[in-house]
């Protein structure tokens, strides 16, 4: 956990824009009249955008919003928007979306989702989906990119950690896509934490009324006892097998402890987290308090960026293939591959455990062939592994398969498979044409071959 320092002239300004929002009015959300002033009514700050948002419907007939930099991007934000619930839309964040594509170098994709009380739980939640299975299916069609990190705010990070669970556990293709979380003062608990029951109604932004009036409108008639069910909390769910998260919250958010416990289960559970807490902070201020709000947006936006910057399945095997195969540095083994690899088919045969893969590739690289060259021609990836298509090619200057050297120079197809996990190659699969490569070497011909 990160408590984060800012500056004195910082906390002025916040404890004077917090006073003003003491005096505000908060309209009752339970009523139509209350719903639709805080429909019409804006929370965001007002701040510049560089970018043209374009709306996509997608084959549901449902709606999101892309914003992408110029450029080849790194990887693709799917984003959630808040709103208790009952209200907002993709577009009130243009501006957090706007800085986060172009500072990360990403596209953001915001989706729409049905609002209560008009369509109650599982409507937000069911669009959510849809919207993210139908990215792990096009991102790389649409963006290039595999990497796909899941975002919300309020609500919307409520929304994201279910979308998260609902993917691992009903779709498990379209989750691998996911690579991270970035969850902003999210609800994880339904029932309330200690830090919403110890709210009142003069807390600022979320006032305890609202807290109540919205899980009422969304989730209308459950008990705490029915809402802290894992089906309706993700703070009590199974967390295994998820990506790394940043959970991100200000401490006068009556919110906080869903992000304090939220991330101490993720940690738990096997996961990486990191949690940011930012001091004079209220409920929404990332995007409704400048002097804090655009600190925590850049700490995020880095977050994510470095997230992205991080070694994926594809540049791992690239980089054995450039630095080990063909540039012979067999000291990157160590960082490339896991302890207790295995190493599949091929003319080097089957090898357990890196030390036994390093005694292997070091004989290849001064036995049978010397010059050997290895040509990539396709690289696919899904998940955590890599399908490689490539040439290789070399001079026979040793004994190969009983054949005397020749001198011959052959080039011959092959394919890899290779299966990646925490930034290391943790099993192998490699067939090449063997029969080709002796046809070359005139070891063959074709009338032996013939029946």
Known sequence: MTYERIQQSTVDAMKAINTAL????????????????????????????????????????????????????NGVVFHVHGGGFVLGKPSDDDAI??????????????????????????????????????????VEAEFGTDRIVISG???????AAQTLLRLRDLHPE????FVGASL????????????????????IVLPSHWTRQFTALAFPGLDDERLRSPEFSPLHADL?????????????????????????????AGNESDLSVWPHSPHGFVGMTPPTGLLAQARINAWIADLLAARTPTTVVRAFIDEV???????????????????????????????????????????????????????????????????????????????????????WLGVGIYTVRNGRITEAWFAEDVLGMLLQLGALSLGTLTP
Not at 174 to 177: D, Q, V
């Open 325 to 411: 195969v063909n540039g012979g540095d067999l000291d990157r083994i160590d960082d490339l591959w896991a302890p207790d690899l295995v190493w599949h088919g091929g003319s080097l045969g089957e090898v357990h455990g890196i030390e036994d893969y390093r005694t292997m590739l070091t004989a290849a690289k001064t036995g049978s062939f010397t010059g050997m060259e290895l040509t990539v021609h396709e690289l696919i990836a899904a998940g955590d592994q890599v399908v490689v298509r490539f040439t290789n090619s070399g001079t026979q200057d040793g004994p190969f398969l009983g054949l005397p050297a020749t001198g011959k120079h052959a080039e």
């Open 184 to 203: 902003v003062f999210g609800v994880y608990d339904l029932s309330r934490t200690p830090s919403v029951r110890r709210s009142t109604p003069d807390t």
């Open 22 to 73: 003491a005096a505000a009015k908060y309209p009752d959300p339970s009523t139509p009249e209350g719903l639709e002033v805080l429909r019409n009514a804006t929370f965001q700050a007002p701040a510049p955008t560089e970018l043209t948002p374009v709306d996509r419907t997608l084959p549901n007939g449902q709606v999101v919003r892309i914003i992408r930099p110029d450029g080849p991007v």
């Open 174 to 177: 379209a989750f691998r896509r």
């Open 240 to 268: 295994t097998g998820l990506p790394p998260a940043l959970f991100t919250v200000g401490d006068l958010d009556p919110l906080l402890d869903d992000s304090l416990f939220l991330s101490a289960r993720w940690t738990a």
């Open 153 to 159: 705010y309020s609500a919307g990070g409520y929304l």
């Open 97 to 138: 979306n706007d800085r986060l594509a172009r500072t990360a170098q990403v596209a953001v994709v915001s989706t729409t989702y049905r609002l209560a009380p008009e369509h109650p739980f599982p409507a937000n939640l069911d669009d959510c989906l849809t919207a993210a299975r139908w990215l792990a299916d096009n």
